[in-house]
């Protein structure tokens, strides 16, 4: 039997039966009995279970409100604060996915301290009086570097990811175990009289399992048998997995989940794990909303149809600290357009009036809950959807589904204006508490306003491109996969070989070029200790190919690729499989009377840059190396260059951010503390106005075309102290670290 003692109704209960012992000078006996049966009450209230109208507590069904907030996106210093907005916002639930590589680093070193201390983010969701669903995964995709798995998996001998592979499943297995058997003896799940009432196995993987055949609905059988052997005494889930066992509550996740039906209606409930509020950005790209007018009316549309459960992901999107993006591509900034902004603050309209959604279908709950909705056709265009209960209750949803025009409906002999591509609210079948599209609240205008640290006093250390051949501790004959070599122990990896050319080879009347083929996903190229140029891949072609001067000269020639990652691959069948580095070919071009291809030549390799091997990121490391005083006339957009500079906390309490807007592509510190990648790269796209009417897709409703993707990178207060905050910038291609300012972030 599973026990769950909820603390604020057990206390009410035991202290009014001391003072009744007390009272009857009752034996000790009877009191311990008396306490048994306070137990016993308990046990029979609190078990979580579901039938095919929603899940049920206390044997009451409740429409529920979720919101997806990732504690590693964020500090501890911010949780509490997420979470009550969370909960002002009408939410019952938060939702969190389980982050196998930051917590198992190393195989069988664990890490749960910080931002990634799940115990803690767990206990405080329950302190809030709030339910939490556990996404355990452990594949999570969420734009998160390598999908979540610790890249030290990808080199078990005889795994394949995701499918029916035993070394697979058993490090998942043990993962997955390890994470239950924590949150069970901290008693946390609903079971144990904790906040968490779902879990999740696997993510996504319905798409994926036809790529791997019998043997993926093997694996998919295999996890939710494990799953639910784990006994957590809550239900588990698996999204868009439409042939998930049972007792597995199938789910779904999309911008819209009207259409969907669990795959046994008579049993399981209508679920949506991912309402997604908005879209992640990609450098290259520009910024995507979601109009809240369209995200009110999908959630009213899949309510109206049965739903019964909605988690918006994301309702609090966050930062992508250190190098925890993945995609490759995915911007720092995991904003997602969210009702809470990366920031903290709550986005207006989007918050409010996603809150009084909440309001008007809560007024709903028992009609919906105890009732099938009846249909009825009103119009071309227009529908309603009704629930009566038995009791008496009354709900019903007039819905407008014409993009362009609004129609007055007559329902029960009333009548009712509808604004295009709208659901009004009935809560009673006659008044109207919310209409979709009708907004009440202002939108939050966001403005960037000076601190006085605008103008610091920057010191710079260069990268050594000529000693990158005499640090190499790999030589082999070809080129090799990047992350076969770094094991994504940096982002960076020198690929570096040598060539004699003859004068002969030389002619006055042309002039060398090199050709170098790589998978990505940016790259740099320096011939005889000189960059020679770049080259960038983006999200529609990751795959690079430069082509420039080659600056031979006669005699011995030193050949340098910087290869720099940009997240690891995320997601789709086999993407262990995925490459990124200088494969080849690399081709010289105008030497002698042909191409030579070097591609097959000896190469030595070297992991990281001098600055990472020397921690220049952090306060203990900046001894390490000979420092000089920024000269604006000889520091300027030099690449591979080091910046320190140290500021004294900003006053106030309004969030942070460095403009690096001066800058062009690297990666930032603050007392060591990683902020994660810039890059200051204009979007392009189609940035023109948006109708929150019509179907809604990432490319409808964007901005910052012409612009940098992203400009602002968010520093948490907590990472300040009062003064001589150390800032630590490593530049790749060239930038003015003059014009670096810290920012902070005003709504009004």
């Known amino acids: 039997m599973n026990v769950c003692i909820h603390t604020h109704t057990h206390f009410f209960l035991v202290k009014s039966t001391e003072k009744k012992m007390a009272a009857s000078s009752a034996s000790k006996w009877v009191y311990l009995v008396c306490i048994s049966l306070v137990l016993c009450i308990e046990l029979t209230q609190c078990i979580v279970t579901y039938d095919k109208?929603?899940?049920?507590?206390?044997?009451?069904?409740?429409?529920?409100?979720?919101?997806?907030?990732?504690?590693?996106?964020?500090?501890?210093?911010?949780?509490?604060?997420l979470i009550q907005k969370a909960k002002d916002g009408g939410l019952d639930v938060i939702d969190t996915y389980v982050f196998w590589n930051v917590h198992e680093p190393s195989p069988g070193i664990y890490n749960f301290e910080g931002r990634y201390d799940l115990v803690h983010f767990v206990k405080l969701v329950h302190k809030a009086g709030m339910y939490m669903h556990l996404r355990i995964g452990p594949f999570v995709c969420a734009e998160w570097n390598f999908g979540g798995f610790p890249v030290w998996l990808k080199y078990v001998p005889g795994i394949s990811f995701r499918t029916d592979n035993e070394p697979f499943k058993m490090a998942m297995q043990k993962f997955t175990t390890k994470i239950v058997e924590m949150i069970k003896d901290e008693m946390l799940f609903e079971s144990q009289g904790g906040p968490i009432i779902l879990s999740q196995i696997e993510n996504e993987y319905g798409a994926d399992t036809k790529a791997y055949g019998a043997a993926g609905h093997a694996y998919m059988t295999w996890a939710a048998k494990m799953a639910v052997g784990l006994d957590t005494g809550v239900p588990w889930v698996m999204c868009k997995q439409d042939d998930a066992p049972d007792p597995i509550l199938n789910t779904c996740n999309g911008f819209y989940c009207d259409y969907f039906s669990p795959?046994?209606?008579?049993?399981?409930?209508?679920?949506?794990?991912?309402?997604?509020?908005?879209?992640?950005?990609?450098?290259?790209?520009?910024?995507?909303?979601?109009?809240?007018?369209?995200?009110?009316?999908?959630?009213a549309r899949f309510i109206q149809k049965g739903g019964s459960f909605t988690n918006y992901y994301m309702y609090h999107g966050g930062t992508n600290f250190g190098r925890t993006a993945g995609g490759p591509f995915i911007t720092t900034s995991y904003d997602y357009d969210a009702p809470i902004d990366e920031y903290g603050l709550v986005r207006q309209p989007k918050y409010d009036h996603l809150k009084e959604l909440h309001k008007a279908i809560k007024l709903c709950e028992g009609a919906i809950v105890s009732a099938d909705p009846a249909f009825f056709s009103l119009g071309s265009y227009e529908q309603a959807h009704v629930f009566s209960s038995t009791t008496g209750g009354c709900a019903a949803f007039l819905a407008n589904y014409h993009i362009n025009s609004s129609a007055t409906v007559r329902?029960?002999?009333?009548?009712?204006?509808?604004?295009?591509?709208?659901?009004?609210?009935?809560?009673?079948?006659?008044?109207?508490?919310?209409?979709?599209?009708?907004?009440?609240?202002?939108?939050s205008v966001v403005s960037w306003l000076p601190t006085n640290v605008n103008k610091l006093d920057w010191q710079t250390f260069s990268e050594d491109v000529s000693s990158v051949d005499s640090d190499s501790k790999m030589t082999v004959f070809g080129l090799l996969d990047q992350l076969s070599v770094t094991r994504d122990a940096s982002d960076y990896l020198w690929y570096s070989t040598s060539l004699v050319i003859d004068p002969s080879e030389l002619h006055a009347d042309s002039v060398p070029t090199i050709t170098v083929q790589s998978e990505?996903?940016?790259?740099?190229?320096?011939?005889?200790?000189?960059?020679?140029?770049?080259?960038?891949?983006?999200?529609?072609?990751?795959?690079i190919r430069f082509t420039g001067k080659a600056n031979l000269r006669a005699g011995m020639n030193k050949i340098q690729l910087l290869s720099v990652a940009v997240g690891l691959q995320n997601n789709g069948p086999r993407f262990e499989l995925s490459k990124t580095g200088v494969l080849g070919p690399v081709v010289l071009h105008g030497v002698g009377d042909d191409s030579r291809d070097i591609t097959h030549q000896k190469w030595s390799y070297q992991i990281g840059l001098k600055g990472e091997s020397k921690n220049l990121a952090s306060p203990t490391g900046m001894s390490s190396v000979e420092w000089t005083e920024l000269s604006l006339s000889g520091q300027i957009h030099r690449p591979l260059t080091w910046y320190k500079a140290y500021f004294n906390a900003p006053e106030g309490e309004e969030p942070l951010a460095i403009d690096m807007n001066s800058m062009g592509k690297g990666q930032v510190w603050i007392n060591g503390e990683s902020i994660g990648r810039y890059w200051t790269i204009n979007a392009k796209g189609s940035c023109s106005d948006c109708n929150y009417a019509g179907t809604f897709r990432p490319v409808k409703c964007q901005t910052q075309c012409g612009e940098p993707t992203q400009r602002w990178y968010h520093i948490p207060r907590s990472w300040l102290k009062p003064t001589q905050n150390l800032m630590v910038v490593f530049e790749e291609i060239g930038g003015d670290a003059s014009a670096i300012s810290i920012m902070r972030r005003s709504l009004r």
């Open 411 to 443: 329902f029960r002999n009333n009548h009712y204006d509808l604004p295009p591509w709208s659901i009004s609210i009935l809560p009673d079948c006659k008044n109207v508490a919310f209409n979709t599209a009708q907004v009440g609240s202002k939108t």
């Open 520 to 543: 990505g996903h940016a790259l740099h190229v320096f011939m005889n200790n000189e960059l020679v140029g770049s080259a960038f891949g983006n999200q529609e072609s990751r795959k």
């Open 53 to 81: 109208k929603s899940l049920i507590f206390n044997g009451q069904r409740r429409i529920l409100f979720s919101g997806s907030i990732h504690y590693p996106r964020s500090t501890p210093q911010m949780w509490e604060d």
């Open 263 to 299: 795959n046994n209606k008579e049993t399981k409930p209508t679920m949506w794990t991912e309402a997604w509020t908005g879209w992640f950005s990609d450098f290259g790209g520009p910024l995507p909303h979601r109009p809240v007018q369209d995200l009110a009316f999908a959630v």
